[in-house]
């Protein structure tokens, strides 16, 4: 019964702690500093959240463990969890990191068009080389979900 209750409280207190820094983001508007102090919250809070879950259903609940006889596969452990895990911030990380990358060389590469239309092939380089982090996280994310 206290199983059936946490699986359902700890995924509510875990979206509520995600979304709670950008509630009011979204209902008015609000100075750069104050989203970039949220934003950092936001991280903060979601990485504690995944830690306190890992250290939930590793070591307080042993029934959701795998058993002690040999396992020729791994579905449905811990160990499958924390590779889709694995695997979902290779691909959420990168996809981040991309984002910063273009966000940042994008504009540049306009105002160097802006000045020379000849520098339209260097400026384009920037900015894929940007994209190419994003897509390298999800060929991670690729084998790493086909070994599991």
Same mark, same amino acid.
């Given at each position: 019964?206290?199983?059936n209750?946490m699986e359902?409280?700890?995924?509510?207190?875990?979206?509520?702690?995600?979304?709670l820094?950008f509630a009011l983001?979204?209902?008015?508007?609000?100075?750069?500093?104050?989203?970039?102090?949220?934003l950092? %919250?936001?991280v903060? %809070?979601?990485?504690?959240?995944i830690?306190?879950?890992?250290?939930?259903?590793l070591l307080?609940?042993?029934?959701?463990q795998?058993?002690? $006889?040999v396992v020729n596969s791994?579905?449905?452990t $811990?160990a499958?969890?924390?590779?889709? %895990?694995?695997a979902a911030?290779a $691909?959420?990380?990168s996809?981040?990191g991309a984002?910063?990358?273009?966000?940042s060389?994008?504009?540049?590469? #306009?105002g160097? %068009?802006?000045?020379n239309?000849k520098n339209?092939?260097k400026?384009?380089?920037?900015?894929?080389l940007g994209?190419?982090?994003?897509i390298?996280?999800?060929?991670?994310s690729?084998? #790493?979900?086909?070994k599991?």
């Amino acid at each position: 019964m206290l199983l059936n209750i946490m699986e359902i409280i700890l995924p509510l207190v875990g979206l509520a702690l995600v979304f709670l820094p950008f509630a009011l983001a979204f209902v008015k508007k609000i100075a750069r500093n104050v989203i970039k102090r949220r934003l950092y %919250l936001h991280v903060g %809070l979601f990485f504690s959240l995944i830690l306190v879950l890992s250290l939930y259903f590793l070591l307080i609940s042993p029934n959701l463990q795998a058993e002690e $006889t040999v396992v020729n596969s791994i579905i449905g452990t $811990t160990a499958q969890g924390l590779g889709f %895990l694995g695997a979902a911030l290779a $691909t959420g990380l990168s996809a981040l990191g991309a984002g910063i990358a273009v966000g940042s060389a994008a504009p540049a590469a #306009i105002g160097a %068009l802006a000045e020379n239309p000849k520098n339209f092939g260097k400026a384009m380089i920037f900015v894929v080389l940007g994209e190419g982090v994003a897509i390298y996280g999800v060929l991670i994310s690729i084998l #790493i979900i086909n070994k599991l």
